[in-house]
């Protein structure tokens, strides 16, 4: 099992000191999305878990933790957001020097191989133009190019969900030629840094400026960094989404940075509900059981087995 913690809401900025009580508990609550009564029970022993994929646009709160978590004998890496907006589309968010040197922080203590660095998503606006954009990119490369190998990147999608949020932003709609336009030039910023380029989840082929689909929840890294073989199935999330499985034990409007392009977090105020409703003793991230309402459930046992196979990676690299 590739636990995601989590693409739903951040963790590592907000929720450190309950995600590590479950580690501590081995096990964690999840509520389904669409009955929210219904909470599944999820394992987090090292047998079931073959490695953690944190999200986060904040990773310094959990620092504290890594050394930890390292000596519990979880194996993981970090999907490590940093965009170039400002409070206007980013309202709590620290300064971006704190962020860019916590990641810094972060991929010494770990390794660079295992912080992600994204750049996610763009959008364009009167303000944040191409040319914006462009500038950016290369200055958070030069910033970061030693303490990161790959960069992933997406466009903004065209989520009804948060357009009340970004009505007063004039978006623009991204052409195919805006693509083409950002993927040329941060193909050959990214070469010049000498770092990886994928997107995520894109249908546009940008294969000829040398970026390939990428896979967040990465089979391939995984196995590096476990040591073992993996058979796992693919995801299913998006048609152009290249992750293998993972179980998410995050909850949908429970972060507090407020982005107004989120697609996970689009009310303000409920996100602000739901984060004092947290309970760091709670086996749920949001709240606490109902025991008269809420029904835990186990979930499907290929769900949460390991995919790793008895094979020693150093047999097949």
Not at 63 to 66: A, M, P, R, S, T
Not at 133 to 143: Q, R, S
């Given at each position: 099992?590739?636990?995601?913690?989590s693409?739903?809401t951040?963790?590592?900025?907000?929720y450190?000191?309950?995600?590590m009580?479950?580690?501590?508990?081995?096990?964690?609550?999840?509520?389904?999305?669409f009955?929210i009564h219904?909470?599944?029970n999820?394992?987090?022993?090292?047998?079931?878990?073959?490695?953690?994929?944190f999200w986060?646009?904040?990773s310094?709160?959990i620092?504290?933790?890594?050394k930890?978590i390292?000596?519990?004998?979880?194996?993981?890496?970090?999907?490590?957001?940093?965009?170039?907006?400002?409070?206007?589309?980013?309202?709590?968010?620290?300064?971006?020097k704190?962020?860019?040197?916590?990641?810094k922080?972060l991929?010494?203590?770990?390794?660079?191989?295992?912080?992600?660095l994204?750049?996610?998503?763009?959008?364009?606006?009167?303000s944040?133009?191409?040319?914006?954009?462009?500038?950016?990119?290369?200055?958070?490369?030069?910033?970061l190019k030693?303490?990161?190998?790959?960069i992933?990147?997406?466009?903004?999608?065209?989520?009804?969900?948060i357009?009340?949020?970004m009505?007063?932003?004039?978006?623009y709609?991204?052409t195919?030629?805006?693509?083409?336009?950002?993927?040329?030039?941060?193909?050959?910023?990214?070469?010049?840094?000498?770092?990886?380029?994928?997107?995520?989840?894109?249908?546009?082929?940008?294969?000829?400026?040398n970026?390939?689909?990428?896979?967040c929840?990465?089979?391939?890294?995984?196995e590096?960094?476990?040591?073992?073989?993996?058979?796992?199935?693919?995801?299913?999330?998006?048609?152009?989404?290249?992750?293998?499985k993972?179980?998410?034990?995050?909850?949908?409007?429970s972060?507090?940075?407020?982005?107004?392009?989120?697609?996970?977090?689009?009310?303000?105020?409920?996100?602000?509900?739901?984060?004092?409703?947290?309970?760091p003793?709670?086996p749920?991230?949001?709240?606490?059981?109902d025991?008269?309402?809420?029904?835990?459930?186990?979930?499907?046992?290929?769900d949460?087995?390991?995919?790793?196979?008895?094979?020693?990676?150093?047999?097949?690299?």
């Open positions: 099992m590739i636990l995601s913690v693409r739903r951040d963790i590592p900025a907000f450190g000191k309950w995600f009580q479950r580690l501590k508990e081995q096990y964690v609550l999840v509520r389904n999305p009955n219904q909470l599944s999820i394992p987090l022993t090292t047998t079931s878990i073959d490695a953690i994929v986060t646009k904040n310094k709160p620092h504290k933790y890594l930890e390292d000596n519990m004998g979880y194996k993981y890496y970090f999907q490590y957001t940093i965009t170039p907006y400002k409070k206007d589309m980013e309202e709590n968010l620290p300064d971006k704190i962020i860019i040197n916590a990641f922080e991929s010494t203590l770990i390794g660079r191989e295992k912080v992600i994204r750049y996610d998503p763009i959008v364009l606006t009167s944040y133009t191409i040319d914006y954009h462009i500038k950016a990119f290369e200055k958070l490369c030069n910033h030693d303490y990161t190998n790959k992933i990147f997406s466009f903004l999608d065209d989520y009804k969900i357009s009340k949020n009505k007063n932003h004039n978006i709609n991204i195919t030629d805006d693509m083409h336009t950002l993927a040329k030039n941060f193909s050959s910023i990214a070469k010049s840094y000498n770092l990886i380029l994928e997107s995520c989840a894109e249908k546009i082929d940008l294969e000829k400026y970026i390939n689909h990428g896979k929840i990465d089979n391939e890294l995984i590096k960094i476990t040591g073992a073989k993996l058979k796992a199935p693919k995801d299913n999330q998006r048609e152009s989404c290249g992750c293998i993972c179980i998410d034990i995050g909850e949908y409007n972060c507090v940075h407020n982005c107004l392009y989120c697609y996970a977090n689009v009310n303000k105020d409920s996100a602000y509900k739901s984060y004092k409703l947290h309970n003793l709670s749920l991230l949001i709240g606490n059981i025991y008269e309402k809420d029904k835990i459930v186990e979930r499907n046992k290929f949460i087995k390991s995919y790793k196979q008895e094979t020693n990676i150093e047999d097949f690299i």
